[in-house]
């Protein structure tokens, strides 16, 4: 599981540090896609085929907008032997990406963040937003 929030800046050729930990449950080969909240998603090999076969099993009336946003900027990524990928420039202008970036694991996936983002990100959660969202586990 994918957990935990790590501060790492992007260096001048646009590569940023994955956490070792982060490692070891992405493997050796990962993708990184535009996420959700300006944020960038990075999945595992056996999480992108999960994203790939239930866009497949959708209409196409209803998976296509989701397949442009998923797919038409996604990126394979294997990280160097400092643990840095390379996010490519469009994905970076996407997440607004400066120097100071954020990595964090969100259960079955990696997010990686413009710290200044993440940070108004959470300033932004209420306990309100959050019990609303616990509702649905009933928890």
């Not at 990524?77 to 420039?89: C, N, T």
């Not at 997440?95 to 963040?113: F, M, N, S």
Request: with cysteine.
């Amino acid at each position: 599981m994918l957990m935990g929030e790590f501060q790492h800046n992007m260096d001048a050729k646009g590569r940023v540090t994955i956490p070792a930990r982060f490692r070891e449950d992405l493997g050796e080969k990962f993708y990184v896609t535009k996420g959700l909240d300006d944020c960038l998603f990075v999945l595992s090999s056996q999480q992108w085929e999960r994203l790939l076969e239930k866009m497949a099993s959708l209409p196409l009336a209803k998976a296509r907008n989701l397949q442009r946003f998923f797919f038409s900027g996604a990126s394979e990524a294997e990280p160097d032997k400092q643990g840095r990928i390379l996010i490519p420039p469009q994905l970076r202008e996407y997440a607004g990406l400066t120097k100071d970036v954020t990595v964090i694991g969100a259960a079955t996936r990696a997010e990686i963040w413009d710290t200044e983002r993440w940070r108004q990100y959470n300033e932004g959660q209420t306990q309100e937003s959050i019990l609303d969202a616990m509702e649905l586990l009933e928890f």
